[in-house]
């Protein structure tokens, strides 16, 4: 079964810094993988999605942007953070096309300030 | 488009009692409806689904949800609730005839607290 590795779990940045996130999976090749954003403990927005290496699609127009350099890792970065960017980010995965269901990690809880 | 919704932000039951957490959903077509649990400051897992068959689907931790197409209804339920129950719970849904979980939509999120 697959494994999803995020990192760092918690991170504190100031407005105006930039951002990476890492996720890397295990167990599963060529997965597809998804950025969702929780904001306020609740509700889940996806940000981004990937169908493989150098392929990204972006859901909402949006401060951050996301690559995979490879078929397992998954980055979501920013140059220049905003307060609105703060939230608990949480990378997913699925098998492959029209595969349910997806497999979370563990999250990572960003704060601007 | 589809959409689901989960009428209660919070669900508070005693432990030992049966708990239900509502979910309703739109989508075209048929469904492919899951619910995930979610416990503080970590991602959510999932607990079972429906695609087709049986309208009662069990999952993990002793959870099962009734699929009901004529209510457009998926709620999930469990016989007795243990204190370790207490979390988020999402309902999502995708229609089957999409081709990719990117489709996928979540609800809300209903919080449930079992009370020892």
């Known amino acids: 079964s697959q494994t999803i590795h995020q990192w760092p779990a918690t991170l504190v940045q100031p407005v105006g810094s930039p951002l990476s996130l890492e996720c890397t999976v295990e167990?599963?090749?060529?997965?597809?993988l998804y950025w969702y954003r929780q904001a306020a403990g609740r509700g889940l927005q996806l940000l981004f999605y990937?169908?493989?290496?150098?392929?990204i699609s972006s859901e909402v127009p949006q401060n951050l942007s996301a690559s995979r350099p490879q078929d397992r890792q998954f980055i979501l970065s920013s140059k220049k953070l905003l307060l609105s960017d703060s939230g608990f980010y949480l990378c997913?995965?699925?098998?492959?096309?029209?595969?349910?269901?997806?497999?979370f990690g563990n999250g990572t809880r960003l704060t601007v300030t | 488009a589809q959409s689901v919704a989960q009428p209660e932000d919070q669900v508070n039951v005693a432990e030992g009692n049966p708990l239900t957490v509502k979910c309703t959903y739109s989508?075209?077509?048929?469904?492919?409806l899951f619910w995930y649990v979610q416990y503080p400051n970590r991602g959510l897992q999932f607990l079972l689904k429906y695609i087709t068959g049986d309208n009662l689907v069990k999952g993990s931790y002793g959870f099962e949800a009734e699929f009901n197409k004529s209510q457009t209804s998926f709620h999930l339920k469990k016989p007795s609730a243990l204190v370790s129950d207490s979390a988020l719970y999402f309902c999502a849904v995708r229609a089957y005839s999409s081709g990719s979980a990117r489709q996928l939509t979540f609800g809300s999120g209903t919080q449930l607290t079992v009370l020892p």
């Open positions: 167990g599963t090749s060529n997965p597809n």
């Open positions: 997913a995965c699925s098998p492959g096309q029209g595969a349910p269901p997806l497999h």
């Open positions: 990937s169908v493989g290496i150098g392929q």
């Open positions: 989508v075209s077509g048929n469904p492919y």
